[in-house]
C-alpha cells in the first residue's frame, strides 16, 4: 500500500491507551475517546528504538513495525515486512523484552507459509472471539488462533468477510487497524482516512460507527498531516 500515515497499531492492556506505529520508525501512546475527539499523548513521538530498547538493532525498529495486534497482558506480535517477534511491551516503562524470535513470520506462524501472507501482514487486530485474531494483506484477509498457530476459516476477500467495506477504501486493503476497549468495535486506517467499525465474529453484518473520516479530523493530536 502506498504511504501510510499510519504503519501500524496495537491496544494497550491499559483502558483505552493504544500505541500509534508511524513515520516509518516512530510511535506514539495515546489515550483515546470512542466518538469524541479530546484524545491525548501520553508518549511523545519517538523512536522505536527509544521507547522499546529490546527491539533497538533488530528489523523492526530499523525499517519500522508495520502491523501488530494485542494478545494477553501486555503482551503483543509485531511485524516488519516477513519480520515477526512476540513481546511484552511494558507499558508507559522502557521496560520490554522480546519474548520469543525475532523470525520470519512463516517460522512464528507455520501455517501462513505459502500464503499471501508469508511475506508481509498489512494490519491485524483482535477479535473477541477466544484467541482469534483478523489478519489483513492486501485486498485479502483471514483470522488465526494465535496461540494454536492454525488458520481459523479460509482466506477470503475483504468484501467478502465485512461487506460493509464495499464501496469504500478498504474493500482494497487497511493499512492499519485496532480492536478497541469498547467490545466487538475496531478502527481501521488507510491513507489519510479512518473508520470506526462494529464487527460480528463468524458473521457478516458488520455496521460503520460513522463515516469514513479523515485522521486528522477524528485524531487530532496525531502528529501526521
Not at 10 to 21: A, G, H, L, M, Q
Not at 56 to 82: H, L, M, R, W
Request: glycine residues 8%; contains cysteine.
Amino acid at each position: 500500500m502506498s504511504n501510510p500515515s499510519i504503519n501500524a497499531a496495537f491496544r494497550s492492556s491499559r483502558e483505552y491507551e493504544v500505541y500509534f506505529f508511524l513515520m516509518k520508525n516512530n510511535y506514539v501512546r495515546v489515550y483515546y475517546t470512542p466518538g469524541r475527539t479530546d484524545d491525548k499523548i501520553l508518549t511523545n513521538l519517538r523512536l522505536i528504538s527509544s521507547g522499546f530498547p529490546s527491539l533497538a538493532g533488530t528489523p523492526f525498529a530499523e525499517e519500522g513495525i508495520d502491523c501488530s495486534f494485542d494478545t494477553e497482558a501486555s503482551e503483543a506480535y509485531v511485524f516488519s515486512t516477513k519480520h515477526c517477534a512476540y513481546i511484552d511491551y511494558a507499558p508507559g516503562t522502557t521496560n520490554d523484552k522480546i519474548l520469543s524470535g525475532p523470525s520470519t513470520i512463516a517460522e512464528m506462524f507455520p501455517v501462513l507459509k505459502s500464503t499471501v501472507f508469508e511475506n508481509g501482514i498489512d494490519s491485524a487486530f483482535r477479535s473477541i472471539k477466544g484467541k482469534e485474531v483478523y489478519i489483513f494483506k492486501d485486498n485479502k484477509y483471514t483470522r488465526i488462533d494465535y496461540d494454536s498457530k492454525q488458520l481459523i476459516g479460509n482466506i477470503r476477500n475483504i468484501t467478502d468477510g465485512f461487506p460493509v467495506l464495499k464501496g469504500t477504501i478498504f474493500e482494497s486493503g487497511i493499512d492499519a487497524c485496532f480492536a478497541s476497549h469498547e467490545e466487538s468495535e475496531a478502527y481501521l486506517f488507510k491513507g489519510s482516512h479512518y473508520v470506526r467499525i462494529k464487527y460480528t465474529p463468524g458473521r457478516t453484518d458488520d455496521t460503520l460507527i460513522g463515516d469514513v473520516k479523515l485522521i486528522y479530523n477524528g485524531w487530532p493530536c496525531l502528529p501526521i498531516n
